[in-house]
C-alpha cells in the first residue's frame, strides 16, 4: 500500500499563487505516475494535472493549463498555482497510479491523500 499525504493549501485572494506538495510513503518501491483532481462545493471530482514517474511528460485540463504547473521529485510531487482564480475554489486531491501513463490521458490511480483546501477570493 502507499500513504499519500498533501500539504499547502490555504487562502488567497485572486491573481495570487499557492504550491501544494503531496509526499508519498510506504510501498515506494515501484514507480508511479502521480497527479492532483480537485473537488469543488456540490460538483464531482476533476482533473487537474499529471506527471510521469521520472517527470519527463506532464499532462494538464485545459482550465488550468498555462496557470499551474506540476514538477516531481522522487516520491513528492508539487503543484505551482498561478494566477489563482475563484473558480479554482476546491479540495485538491493527490493521487498515484503503478500504470503506465502515456502523456494523453490520467484516469487516476487506487491511492488517494486525504486532501488540502484551497480558497480564492474575489
Known amino acids: 500500500q502507499v500513504q499519500l499525504v498533501e500539504s499547502g493549501g490555504g487562502l488567497v485572494q485572486a491573481g495570487g499563487s499557492l504550491r501544494l506538495s503531496c509526499v508519498a510513503s510506504?510501498?515506494?518501491?515501484?514507480?508511479?505516475?502521480m497527479g492532483w483532481f480537485r473537488q469543488a462545493p456540490g460538483k464531482g471530482r476533476e482533473f487537474v494535472a499529471a506527471i510521469n514517474w521520472s517527470g519527463s511528460t506532464t499532462y494538464y485540463s485545459d482550465s488550468v493549463k498555462g496557470r499551474f504547473t506540476i514538477s516531481r521529485d522522487k516520491n513528492t510531487v508539487s503543484l505551482q498555482m498561478n494566477s489563482l482564480k475563484p473558480e479554482d475554489t476546491a479540495v485538491y486531491y493527490c493521487?498515484?497510479?503503478?500504470?503506465?501513463?502515456?502523456?494523453?490521458?490520467?484516469?487516476?490511480?487506487?491511492?488517494w491523500g486525504q486532501g488540502t483546501q484551497v480558497s480564492v477570493s474575489s
Open positions: 510506504g510501498r515506494t518501491e515501484r514507480t508511479y505516475a
Open positions: 493521487n498515484a497510479d503503478p500504470k503506465y501513463f502515456s502523456g494523453s490521458y490520467y484516469p487516476g490511480g487506487d491511492y
